[in-house]
């Protein structure tokens, strides 16, 4: 059987801890609006080694926002053997 999970992570520096035991409980966990920019995808690559990490954001820490951008989605995969 293969544990998945999604999750609306309302921002991942508010929710870290709880994001690290979900991803810890799920073979695969698809994170939603993590609100990371791309230079700062290693904090979700760093939660567990055992995951492999596909990720995406709208924005950069280096380019000017204007408005609210696209919130991010994040999908972890444990090597379960399927998939």
């Known amino acids: 059987m293969i544990d998945v999970c999604s999750f609306n992570v309302h921002g991942y520096k508010s929710s870290s801890c709880l994001v690290e035991e979900i991803v810890k409980n799920n073979c695969v966990t698809f994170l939603i609006e993590h609100w990371l920019a791309r ?13 492999m990490i596909l990720f995406d954001s709208e924005f950069s820490d280096c380019e000017y926002r ?3 951008p ?10 379960c053997g399927m998939i």
């Open 39 to 51: 230079e700062e995808e290693h904090l979700l690559k760093s939660v567990s080694p055992n995951h």
């Open 66 to 68: 204007r408005g609210r």
């Open 70 to 79: 696209f919130g991010g989605i994040g999908v972890r995969r444990l090597g």
